[in-house]
């Protein structure tokens, strides 16, 4: 079945490509391109299948550039979009983009094994969604009217299965060019369905609605009922070892032989704003010949590796205009402003409300140690008397909750620009723990906002080798856990844990002061005890192993000279960065409805383009 779709009218009011040195300057990043007008109309066939090598067929729909006037597919040869999707929108398979098919680009839009009417089975995240895209890049790139170039697109579980793909390819693969939004590598399982082995409110918020969203085939039931069921009941699903093949970072390393531009794009209330960043770090050591779990340094950046993380959520802040900038860019060799670059890390600084060009993390050559202490103080300098102080495994309102700690105002403000740890020297009372710390920009009128938040669970606290960024003084700034195995506590024998909180960009303004908060479980409106979850990474429900270790446990949270417990901060000077000017996104795309909308964010339209 085919059927036409009209042009956008955003795309139609679109003026003429400028060229380089123009004197006008655009609304779009970099400033010397915008979309060129509309030429076609998307006619698009919805009975497409593709047979890969092991017999499976996938389904599918492809959208052809139509000449308006005629009704005809347009002639000549063009690049082809992929985009692997397995979501419905009211009840039906959603469509192809038209925005791109408009402007040049047939768009293929396919659905995963195990999803949509494609044959197989649902093994989400894996090699085998890789495997699958390459074969379809090869097929993309073969079909009526393809020019031999393919980019790949999607947000979440579809950025996914672009990154699979763009790492699975070979270095002479037809794919030139991925955007992959509202997604990462390495930290589904840290940050999203769990952090550090604490089951989190998404993982049972989105589960009962996989098949709202994807459809009731029996891979779609069959996979999420036996992952949650795995999780929870502490299975395999619940430790690393399971997610080895599942967007491991080192992904990064095998796109970045391939050549592969990448443009990752997320938002500060993203689920999994840190797998994008840190997707986007491993992407620049790969570059430079780093390993990927390392920290970047000063070696020049390499502009085909680009993230945005701006003041948005979950598959938002997104805009249509730009994917068009960023495949022109590398599909069509347009020198459009965005691929010449030194800081191609483009991120919105909370606090100030700015939006900054940097080229990574970190860019703090010694984290701020600031030493829990006596009444609720934390201070620059280490306490010279030992303390303690009680924490009760239970709700946060409940007596013995959670526990405060301070700092004085920053007379001056201050900006927080990269990763945040904490090192916590506690004892309990039972065979584990559980921490979560929640840090808070508070002004002097007393109102606060949270900066980040993160959690480690006692008996997951083992560091893995080499995978850690640790200053030479010992201090860890960014743990990353093992998750391999539990490995129960000695009760009431002090111990050290490192909690790794949620890296963030954030200015800190004059004399505001921060505020740490312990806890053991979620504030309510994270896990509330009755009714549905919200859609956030927070620590919710226990699995069933962690429900025989942790309740009733009494904690004794340690500070001084011989047991250190510190919060750990990349500080800087308030509004160190310059702002690039931004202005709300031109051509903004609603990922829900999938439509074009007006825009309720911004995007930086300086680049730092190299002159």
């Known amino acids: 079945m085919k059927r036409k779709l009209g042009p956008l009218l955003i795309s139609m009011i679109a003026t003429t490509a400028l060229p380089v040195g123009?004197?006008?300057?655009t609304e779009y990043p970099g400033r010397i391109w915008e979309p060129s007008k509309a030429r076609y109309v998307a006619t698009v066939d919805e009975e497409v299948s593709i047979t890969l090598s092991d017999g499976t067929v996938l389904v599918g729909a492809v959208a052809y550039p139509t000449d308006p006037a005629t009704g005809d597919r347009a002639e000549g040869e063009f690049p082809v979009i992929v985009e692997f999707s397995p979501y419905l929108r009211l009840a039906q398979p959603v469509s192809p983009n038209p925005y791109l098919t408009e402007h040049g680009y047939i768009y293929a839009l396919v659905r995963p094994r195990g999803t949509g009417g494609s044959q197989g089975e649902l093994q989400q995240f894996t090699s085998q969604d890789g495997r699958d895209g390459a074969e379809?890049?090869?097929?993309?790139?073969e079909i009526e009217g393809s020019n031999g170039r393919v980019g790949l697109l999607g947000c979440s579980y579809p950025g996914a299965t672009a990154l699979a793909t763009a790492a699975e390819v070979e270095p002479d693969s037809p794919l030139k060019a991925v955007i992959a939004a509202c997604i990462g590598l390495d930290m589904q399982h840290r940050q999203v369905w769990t952090t550090n082995g604490l089951p989190n409110a998404a993982l049972n918020a989105y589960a009962p609605r996989a098949t709202y969203l994807m459809g009731d085939q029996p891979s779609v039931l069959d996979y999420f009922s036996g992952f949650v069921e795995g999780v929870m009941a502490g299975g395999p699903e619940?430790?690393?070892?399971?997610?080895?093949?599942r967007l491991p970072l080192s992904r990064a390393k095998d796109i970045v032989k391939n050549g592969i531009p990448v443009l990752l794009w997320t938002g500060w209330d993203d689920i999994n704003e840190i797998g994008g960043i840190h997707?986007?770090?491993?992407?620049?050591?790969?570059?430079?010949?780093?390993?990927v779990f390392s920290p970047m340094n000063d070696d020049p950046t390499d502009p085909r590796w680009q993230i945005i993380v701006g003041?948005?959520?979950?598959?938002?802040g997104l805009d249509a205009g730009v994917y068009l900038q960023w495949f022109e860019t590398w599909l069509k060799d347009v020198d459009t402003g965005i691929g010449n670059t030194s800081t191609p890390m483009h991120v919105f600084e909370k606090g100030t409300d700015r939006w900054l060009n940097l080229s990574g993390y970190p860019v703090v050559d010694d984290?701020?140690?600031?030493?829990?202490?006596?009444?609720?103080?934390?201070?620059?300098?280490p306490p010279g008397i030992e303390g303690e102080e009680r924490l009760n495994w239970g709700d946060p309102t409940s007596e013995n909750g959670r526990l405060v700690f301070s700092t004085s105002p920053f007379a001056e403000g201050a900006t927080i620009a990269g990763p945040i740890s904490a090192t916590i020297f506690a004892s309990t009372s039972n065979t584990n723990l559980e921490l979560i710390a929640n840090l808070y920009d508070v002004a002097p009128d007393g109102t606060s906002k949270r900066i980040s938040v993160g959690a480690v669970l006692g008996s997951q606290s083992r560091l893995a080798d080499g995978k850690s960024w640790t200053e030479p003084d010992g201090t860890v700034t960014w743990p990353w856990h093992e998750l391999l195995r539990d490995d129960y506590l000695i009760p009431?024998?002090?111990?050290?844990?490192?909690?790794?909180?949620a890296i963030r960009q954030w200015g800190v303004a004059p004399r505001h002061n921060l505020r740490l908060e312990l806890t053991t479980q979620s504030h309510t409106d994270a896990c509330p005890v009755e009714g549905d979850l919200p859609?956030?990474?927070?620590?919710?429900?226990?699995?069933?192993?962690?429900a025989e270790t942790l309740p009733g446990g009494a904690y004794q949270v340690l500070w001084g000279p011989d047991h250190a417990s510190t919060l750990n901060l990349p500080l800087l000077p308030y509004r160190l960065f310059p702002e690039a000017a931004s202005r709300p996104a031109p051509t903004a795309w609603d990922e829900t409805t999938r439509s074009m909308v007006e825009a309720t964010t911004t995007l930086p339209m300086e680049w730092d383009v190299a002159k």
């Open 22 to 25: 123009a004197q006008s300057e």
């Open 136 to 141: 379809v890049v090869d097929w993309a790139a």
């Open 238 to 245: 619940a430790y690393d070892g399971y997610w080895r093949d």
């Open 279 to 291: 997707a986007y770090l491993a992407m620049q050591n790969a570059a430079a010949g780093r390993p």
């Open 311 to 316: 003041d948005w959520g979950h598959a938002k």
């Open 367 to 381: 984290t701020s140690e600031w030493y829990l202490g006596p009444n609720g103080a934390l201070m620059m300098t």
């Open 492 to 501: 009431n024998e002090p111990a050290r844990f490192d909690l790794f909180l």
């Open 535 to 546: 859609m956030i990474s927070e620590p919710c429900r226990l699995t069933a192993l962690q």
